[in-house]
């Protein structure tokens, strides 16, 4: 937050980092579809405002705000972000989406044990004694803990064989 | 003198051993369960609503009281520690709670976190005892018109407190409003931006939003090859406030009172409107405001006095007009219920006895709150040496179970992942996403009362000036977003407000 | 500092560990009847207004009965808004296992998915009738200070001047709605109507600060309004007076004949196998005919008056015709 008055000196005043110009975009597509599907959903109706009042204003903000923000990068770029990176974004996410599409096929222990065993010893690099310990507890004990002693069913595999066994 | 000697039978009542007894148990499994995901103060006091039903009306509903205390207290533990709150009310802490987590504060976040909630549900459970009636009414002046010019204050408030970057905060804002819009339109029933998906007719749920864009996008920004580890462990000499983190929180513990005093008051408004403003009042009018979101005691200690302020204070319409002003309010009418008390007026006229024994027991659990909490600060905290990769799978650990324990279905866990990418995309545009979470939360009751109101006026927008009360509001709201923009007149110099 | 970490991981590893205790064997097996309801596993009780309303009040009184009936946790969820329709899509979209069941009123849940401007995804089959409770008749009520005395008063002053006076509803095509129309299509008394589609408790409190003229309301919601003298009911929508507001004539003597009301009962999603079903009726309808529950209903000015799952279901396909016929009057012209 700090940077944008240090770096408010002339000579980079040319360019505005591509991430800004995306993001300013999809705002605008965003406020102008929102725009478009409220005015459908009636903004006023026989019976006193209607559903798309509320949101056809907000898509009005949505674009109008990321109009003025383009007009401001262009007289006064802010500097680009420190960026991110990748390699954690990519494997927290994907492991995430794993997880999730896994849950309701192999139970909660399973895919959540194969989870935190990824995160662990793959990811974080800690010994398989500690691994195996945390990723157990995580999984198969937060399961019953859930199941048993707070009344939170956890999902169970929906593979019977998998399901006979206690998963 | 009439009240104060019905207050002290009731704390005669209450303060039985065996209910002294009850009060510590139940302070203790709500903290519990509090720090549990997937079980926030709602669910958590039906959850041991049975374990009271057997008790005498005095003692079960004390027993309520104290789970109910306890899980909210839970609940900011796991939003200072882990980034990841547990409900609505303590969702705002996270900013700054986690922050200072990673700076090594977070004893005293919690410490002082303990120490507003106690001060926030004193004060109003004083305000019950003194003034009840009058206040009472005084939450019946506001109406849908005045409700709305409440909510009005309350953006404003966060779009102006952004200073130069108020495009970025009210785009911010607007997306906020835009997700809490998802689902069957509250008032006529058409579903709105479902993209045919049945699971978003019930709208996006708010925990999992708050999960993704606050929790996993912090993790997703963290950089693998950076120096620093993810939080800074607290050694014992800071588990306590510094006399300087005790002189900062001071004020905002008392705005954060009078916040969560006056909108609990207010029948329909809900713990988490109060937190967020508050935190909104802490941007605008705190000394240090420009350290909010950097890890300042402000920003933890008058969000966490504010909804306890506010859970205390709601009692109030319950107590006096018989409305319960909020779900968990909502749980311990169904208590009162079963023991036979309808709560209303006639509470203290027909069963004065059981009325003020229930008043003092707010107090007590208040109190036990904080004997039980500060010396337990040490073991919570104790949780960040673990090493960071076991904390960061312990965290998406205690994410997933979060957000599927919300409807029981993966697809919140989907909805946590895809906020969790927004959330890292708002944070590298330099977007603040306060606003976001607080038009959240306020959306639906805006949009509500807006439409309420056009309905009273049928269709006349003048009626947010015609009525005193709004028009005030109304012109606090525009005065709050000007006064950044007057200064920006003053001389450049002047302008280059270190925070824009 | 090493040691210190395993101490600490140690310490997270024998919470979970710990907690694990209490339970045996997996209970993975997949739902059966017989086994329902599984010890343990809590039944939601969905209630689409908010918390305080009538239909919220009669739950949570059911629900200790139902615990004890049914052996497990039974936890009451509000989820309101549009008047009753989210919380309808909620218990319609839940898996038909009875583990979630809901309260259901009408008109709400029938005329919603009538209306196509409502996108409702449910229909009369997608609901399986579990027992009706209570028929709670639509009252009309204005401020304790108001000038008008009598019903005649009030709608003869509405027909002078049409939408002089705001009413409050519980949301669009509600009972209220439907009694305002019916009003409106009776006499010629015009009234605005304010939708407070969150349920009742909403509209009594705009209506207790003054924010709106008329209350329009049941019978239960203005009970104790009028013992501490913060309403005066004019006139009841039935044929009958009455038993908790004795002094208060009907529209029929009054010189208007017009009824209306809330039927409130207990339904879950269609597809429920017929064992559970069987189960979940007979603990709903010990729960509603309970001598406690009853009085306690009473004391709060709802008359029970129960129905079987059956015959709740064909009472509902019969108000389904009747308010087919009335729709066109509360809905929305463009």
Not at chain 3, 94 to 99: C, R, S
């Given at each position: 937050m700090t940077t944008e008055s240090l770096m408010t000196k002339p000579e980079s005043a040319a360019r505005v980092a591509p991430s800004v110009l995306t993001g300013i975009g999809a705002f605008t597509a965003v406020g102008l579809y929102v725009l478009v599907s409220s005015a459908s959903l009636g903004l006023w109706t026989s019976l006193g405002p209607g559903p798309g009042l509320f949101p056809f204003a907000m898509g009005g903000v949505l674009v109008s705000m990321s109009a003025l923000w383009l007009v401001q990068e262009l007289r006064r770029p802010s500097a680009a972000a420190e960026g991110i990176d990748r390699g954690v974004v990519i494997s927290v996410v994907v492991s995430l989406v794993v997880l999730a599409l896994l849950m309701d096929l192999l139970g909660f222990q399973l895919s959540m044990f194969l989870f935190l065993l990824y995160h662990l010893k793959?990811?974080?690099?800690?010994?398989w004694l500690s691994s195996l310990i945390i990723a157990l507890a995580g999984s198969v004990g937060a399961f019953y803990a859930f199941n048993y002693g707070l009344n939170v069913a956890l999902p169970v595999s929906a593979f019977t064989p998998l399901n006979l066994i206690g998963f | 003198m009439d009240t104060l000697n019905e207050l002290l039978g009731g704390f005669a009542a209450a303060m039985t051993w065996q209910n002294l007894i009850f009060a510590f148990l139940g302070c203790l499994l709500g903290t519990i369960i509090g720090v549990l995901?997937?079980?926030?103060p709602v669910a958590g006091v039906a959850l041991l609503i049975p374990l009271t039903l057997n008790l005498d009306p005095t003692g079960s509903i004390i027993m309520l009281c104290a789970i109910f205390y306890g899980t909210q207290y839970g609940g900011t533990i796991t939003s200072v520690?882990?980034?990841?709150?547990?409900?609505?009310?303590?969702?705002?802490?996270?900013?700054d709670g986690y922050a200072m987590t990673k700076l090594g504060r977070a004893g005293a976040a919690l410490t002082l976190a303990a120490v507003g909630s106690f001060v926030g549900g004193t004060v109003a459970t004083i305000g019950l005892v003194a003034a009840a009636k009058p206040l009472g009414e005084l939450g019946l002046l506001v109406g849908p018109p005045e409700f709305f010019a409440l909510m009005v204050v309350g953006i404003s408030l966060l779009v102006a407190l952004a200073g130069k970057s108020m495009v970025k905060a009210l785009i911010s804002g607007a997306l906020g409003l835009l997700i809490s819009m998802v689902?069957?339109?509250?008032?006529?029933g058409a579903p709105r931006f479902?993209?045919?998906?049945?699971?978003?007719l019930d709208g996006v749920s708010f925990v999992a939003v708050i999960v993704g864009v606050f929790g996993l996008s912090e993790i997703l920004s963290?950089?693998?090859?950076?120096?620093?580890?993810?939080v800074h462990a607290p050694g014992m000499r800071s588990l306590l406030p510094s006399r300087t983190e005790w002189r900062r929180s001071a004020p905002a513990m008392a705005r954060g009172t009078g916040v969560g005093f006056g909108l609990g008051l207010?029948?329909?408004?809900?713990g988490s409107v109060s937190s967020l403003l508050s935190y909104a009042a802490e941007k605008k009018f705190?000394?240090?405001?420009?350290?909010l979101g950097k890890g300042a005691v402000e920003g933890v200690a008058g969000p966490e006095t504010a909804n306890n302020a506010h859970a205390n204070a709601a009692l109030i319409p319950l107590f006096?007009?018989?409305?319960?002003?909020s779900p968990t309010i909502a749980v311990l009418m169904g208590a009162f219920l079963q023991q036979g008390l309808t709560p209303g007026p006639a509470l203290f006229t027909e069963h004065s006895d059981i009325a003020w024994a229930i008043i003092a027991s707010l107090f007590i659990g208040n109190v036990l709150l904080l004997l039980l909490n500060v010396p337990l600060v040490g073991l919570w905290t104790s949780?960040?040496?673990?090493?960071t990769p076991i904390l960061t799978a312990l965290i998406l650990l205690f994410m997933v179970i979060g957000a599927y324990t919300i409807?029981?279905?993966v697809f919140d866990v989907f909805v946590m992942i895809g906020f969790g990418l927004l959330g890292l995309a708002l944070r590298n545009l330099d977007i603040p996403l306060a606003p976001m979470v607080l038009t959240l939360v306020l959306g639906p009751l805006m949009e509500r009362s807006l439409r309420e109101s056009l309905e009273i006026s049928q269709g006349d927008f003048s009626i947010f000036t015609s009525r005193p009360i709004s028009a005030v509001l109304i012109g606090l709201g525009v005065l709050i977003i000007c006064s950044p923009l007057l200064k920006v007149r003053k001389p450049k110099a002047l302008t280059e407000d270190p925070e824009a | 500092m090493k040691t210190r970490s395993r101490i600490g991981t140690a310490l997270a590893a024998a919470t979970l560990i710990a907690l694990t205790?209490?339970?045996?064997?997996?209970?993975?097996?997949t739902a059966s009847a017989?086994?329902?309801?599984?010890?343990?596993k809590s039944i939601d009780l969905v209630v689409a207004f908010s918390s305080g309303g009538a239909v919220d009040t009669a739950a949570r009184l059911m629900q200790p009965i139902l615990e004890k009936e049914l052996g497990t946790n039974v936890e009451v969820i509000n989820k309101p808004g549009a008047g009753g329709q989210i919380g309808y899509t909620q218990l319609t979209s839940?898996?038909?296992?009875?583990?979630t069941i809901g309260a259901t009123g009408s008109p709400s849940v029938v005329v919603s998915p009538l209306d196509?401007?409502?996108?409702?995804?449910?229909?009369?089959?997608t609901f399986q009738p579990l027992g009706r409770q209570v028929i709670d008749p639509t009252v009309i009520a204005v401020q304790?200070?108001?000038?008008?005395?009598?019903l005649k008063d009030l709608l003869d002053a509405a027909k002078a001047n049409p939408k002089s006076m705001t009413a409050s509803t519980t949301?669009?095509?509600t009972g209220e709605h439907f009694a305002l129309a019916q009003i409106q299509e009776g006499t010629g008394a015009e009234f605005a109507p304010v939708h407070f589609s969150e349920g009742a408790s909403q509209a009594t409190t705009a209506f207790l600060g003054k924010h709106v003229d008329i209350l329009v309301a049941n019978v239960s919601d203005v009970t104790d309004l009028t013992k501490q003298g913060k309403a005066r009911v004019l006139?009841?929508?039935?044929s009958e007076r009455a038993p908790s507001l004795p002094e208060v004539p009907t529209f029929k003597e009054s010189g208007y004949d017009l009824e209306a009301g809330t039927a409130r009962g207990y339904s879950a999603p269609a597809g429920l196998p017929e064992a559970v079903t069987k189960k979940l009726e007979a603990a709903i309808q010990k729960a509603i005919e309970d001598p406690t529950v009853k009085e306690k209903m009473s004391a709060l000015g709802l008359q029970t008056s129960y129905l079987s799952g059956d015959d709740y279901k064909q009472f509902w396909a019969g108000q389904e015709e009747d308010f087919k016929k009335v729709l066109p009057l509360v809905q929305k012209k463009d």
């Open positions: 793959l990811r974080g690099q800690r010994t | 995901p997937g079980v926030g520690l882990l980034n990841t709150p547990g409900e609505a009310s303590s969702a705002i802490t996270t900013i689902g069957i339109d509250p008032v006529a479902t993209f045919g998906m049945d699971r978003l963290y950089r693998k090859n950076s120096k620093t580890p993810l207010i029948p329909g408004m809900t705190s000394r240090f405001r420009n350290e006096t007009l018989g409305i319960p002003a949780i960040l040496r673990v090493p409807n029981f279905d | 205790g209490c339970g045996a064997n997996a209970g993975a097996k017989d086994d329902f309801p599984k010890k343990g839940a898996k038909p296992d009875g583990y196509p401007a409502r996108g409702a995804k449910y229909t009369r089959d304790p200070d108001s000038p008008y005395k009598t949301g669009l095509q006139g009841v929508m039935t």
